[in-house]
């Protein structure tokens, strides 16, 4: 028993003397503390990625290397803005300041999540109602810029054809035309409190907030209105 004790006493007293040989050392970087470094990055990001669950898939490997004694710090840096769609990330080390080491890693991700799809094959040109959108779990970091609600696409226009099944990317959508071109129209003229309204043919196609041109039917002068309304436009005199 006195044996085990002294040897217990003797370990607590030369774990400071451990410790400093391990700061003179410097710290070892190998691809646990990669993946952790990574993975503390993700979870600080998670307020500009999709509200899913990011996971490191894969994480190419590659031999430690130790950094001199002193403060680390470290940047990690995505090769695409879009974080999920970066295939490496590049890992800068400093120690008290200066860089020290600079190393990119092959990094694959993932983040399922349910995503808007089309229900059926969709025409360019059609507005898009609930019965047109299905949602389909699906890796995100395989699509770019997927809807996750059916309210960012329901009464918008599709600029483009798609299939059964494929993702409904939010840039294949836009805002319908409120005015078509020809279409009558009521002009509201106004100037502070005072409003009075005409009647106008369209000479432009226009949406919300759109400017177009009019053509006052009453006096057949063409002038620039702005679109408020469906078949209604606005113009200050």
């Known amino acids: ?36 470094l990574l993975e503390d990055y993700l979870h600080e990001k998670r307020d500009v990625l999709p509200q899913a669950e990011v996971r490191v898939k894969s994480l190419e490997t590659a031999a430690p290397f130790t950094l001199p004694p002193g403060r680390v710090s470290h940047e990690i840096i995505p090769s695409d803005p879009q974080i999920l769609s970066s295939r490496r990330f590049t890992f800068v080390f400093r120690v008290d300041g200066r860089v020290q080491k600079n190393q990119s890693y092959r990094v694959e991700l993932e ?6 799809v089309a229900a059926l094959d969709l025409s360019r040109g059609v507005v898009l109602g609930e019965r047109d959108i299905n949602f389909v779990e699906m890796d995100l970091a395989r699509v770019r810029n997927p809807a996750f609600y059916a309210d960012e696409l329901v009464g918008k226009v ?23 071109r020809g279409d009558v129209v009521t002009i509201i003229a106004q100037r502070g409190a005072l409003q009075l309204s005409a009647t106008g043919v369209a000479r432009d196609a226009g949406k919300l907030g759109d400017t ?22 606005r113009v200050e005199f």
């Open 111 to 116: 983040a399922v999540a349910p995503v808007a």
């Open 1 to 36: 028993m006195r044996h085990f004790l002294a040897l217990l006493v003797l370990s607590l007293l030369m774990l400071p003397a451990f410790a400093a040989q391990a700061a003179e050392r410097g710290t070892t970087i190998g691809p646990n503390q990669i993946r952790e």
């Open 212 to 233: 177009i041109r009019i053509r006052n039917s009453a006096s057949q002068q063409e002038i620039l209105c702005q679109v408020v309304a469906p078949a209604t436009v």
């Open 158 to 180: 599709l600029k483009r054809s798609v299939k059964l099944g494929d993702t409904l990317d939010r840039s294949f959508v836009e805002e319908p035309s409120l005015v078509g």
